[in-house]
């Protein structure tokens, strides 16, 4: 069964900061795996998707590695602002039978930048 | 584009009473998700539909929660009657395809359902 961890729980930076959430799973026979980002009252907004044959996925001041072998994935995030203020959540895809993808969901890391 | 439109977007309700929430995915997009968040967790997913046929509802506690999406587009999830445990953030999203491999899902802004 896919287990999804995410490392830390919460994290508190000041603004500038570079920094790196972890997310790591039990199964490595992934699809692909996907960055999301929450903000309170909010849905879900995709940030970063890696395709299993990738390494790494760059968008802005994020990107997120992927390797597969070791069970893990990053999402660095550059100089740090306040509006990066939310819960970042990793879910990794799953293909199922009849081509149907199935997303893992860890419990997210909640970050606050400070000005 | 438009996005993914859910309402209401907030509901107080006793327990054992009805509820039923609505969601209106992207324009062309065939595959529509209902998930239920608990806080603190991430998305539970409850039931999955490509075009108006159910694809996966096998964590939907079919005793209570019931799901359709008649026309292949905008769809209703119900609960009848609710229990306190029911309380979260219910959340619909969207895909154009479920088998792409870059096919990704987009979310709407959530029902956040209290159950007193």
């Known amino acids: 069964k896919q287990e999804v961890t995410q490392i830390p729980a919460a994290l508190s930076v000041p603004e500038g900061e570079n920094l790196v959430l972890n997310c790591s799973f039990t199964d490595s026979a992934i699809y692909n795996l996907q960055w999301f980002r929450q903000d309170p009252g909010k849905g879900l907004t995709s940030l970063l998707l890696?395709?299993?044959s990738q390494r790494e996925q760059t968008s802005g001041r994020l990107n997120a590695s992927l390797d597969k072998s070791s069970g893990r994935s990053t999402l660095y995030i550059a100089a740090s602002q306040p509006g990066d203020s939310a819960t970042y959540l990793c879910?990794?895809?799953?293909?199922?039978?009849?081509?149907?993808?199935?997303?893992?969901w860890g419990l997210g890391t909640s970050l606050a930048v400070n000005p | 584009e438009a996005g993914v439109a859910q309402s209401p977007r907030y509901k107080i309700i006793e327990k054992r009473q009805s509820v039923a929430f609505w969601c209106n995915p992207i324009s062309g997009h065939a595959t529509l998700y209902w998930y239920q968040q608990i806080l603190g967790q991430g998305p539970k997913l409850l039931i999955q539909f490509q075009n108006n046929g159910v694809v996966d509802d096998s964590q939907l506690p079919k005793d209570r929660f019931s799901a359709e999406r008649l026309k292949g587009v905008d769809s209703t999830l119900k609960i009848q009657p609710a229990k306190l445990e029911d309380s979260a953030v219910y959340l619909c999203a969207s895909s154009f395809l479920a088998g792409g491999p870059t096919d990704t899902q987009y979310f709407g802004p959530g029902t956040r359902l209290t159950v007193l």
């Open positions: 890696i395709q299993s």
């Open positions: 879910a990794v895809i799953r293909s199922n039978a009849g081509n149907n993808r199935k997303l893992i």
